[in-house]
């Protein structure tokens, strides 16, 4: 498998998610290396969108989103769960990519169907907040002549306080993939 680029992160963001299905995520732990493959995200575009972490600015939580592309942004919800994103475009633009879902590949324990249930499978903490997905132990990768998948669009879960970006269809996931949160 092939590790992805900056240049791939360094993209509009809507293009940058939808590329990401059928990617693996990838994380060394304690040893044991774990693979997931990147069956549903959601698009985040920025301050504009009021959906966004990033449209409160910057604070102290979202300055990784504010930062270069290619990077995790790995928060905590509702004091139970950690999610990750992935930091898009040019430094400054604050838009990233969550991954909603995963499909189990190797050495992953557990439910993968929803933000939450992904990063504690796959042993995604707050300590990767800022990482640089282009480390030796944590990134996304490619696999050789990958079939493009079948891609649906949705809108995004659980957003419903952003007025008409509730409405946007930024959720995007493979059609037919058992591992997708809510089809």
């Not at 693996?24 to 304690?30: A, E, F, P, R």
């Not at 069956?39 to 604070?59: F, I, N, Q, W």
């Not at 249930?117 to 997905?133: E, K, Y």
């Not at 996304?140 to 306080?161: M, T, W």
């Amino acid at each position: 498998m092939q590790k992805l680029t900056r240049a791939f992160y360094d993209r509009d963001t809507t293009t940058v998610a939808k590329d990401l299905l059928g990617k693996y995520l990838i994380h060394v732990s304690d040893g044991v290396e774990r693979i997931g493959r990147i069956v549903e995200v959601e698009a985040y575009l920025g301050p504009h969108d009021l959906a966004s972490h990033s449209s409160k600015g910057r604070t102290e939580r979202t300055k990784i989103m504010f930062g270069p592309p290619g990077h995790a942004y790995v928060y905590m919800i509702y004091g139970i769960y950690d999610c990750m994103n992935v930091v898009t475009e040019r430094e400054g633009r604050a838009a990233a990519v969550l991954l909603r879902a995963i499909e189990p590949v190797k050495n992953v324990e557990g439910r993968t169907q929803g933000p939450g249930l992904l990063c504690r499978a796959m042993r995604i903490d707050r300590r990767l907040n800022g990482v640089d997905l282009l480390s030796d132990d944590f990134y996304i990768a490619a696999a050789p002549e990958e079939k493009p998948p079948i891609i649906v669009k949705r809108p995004r879960i659980g957003v419903e306080y952003a007025r008409h970006w509730a409405r946007r269809l930024l959720r995007f996931y493979i059609k037919g993939n058992r591992f997708v949160s809510k089809p």
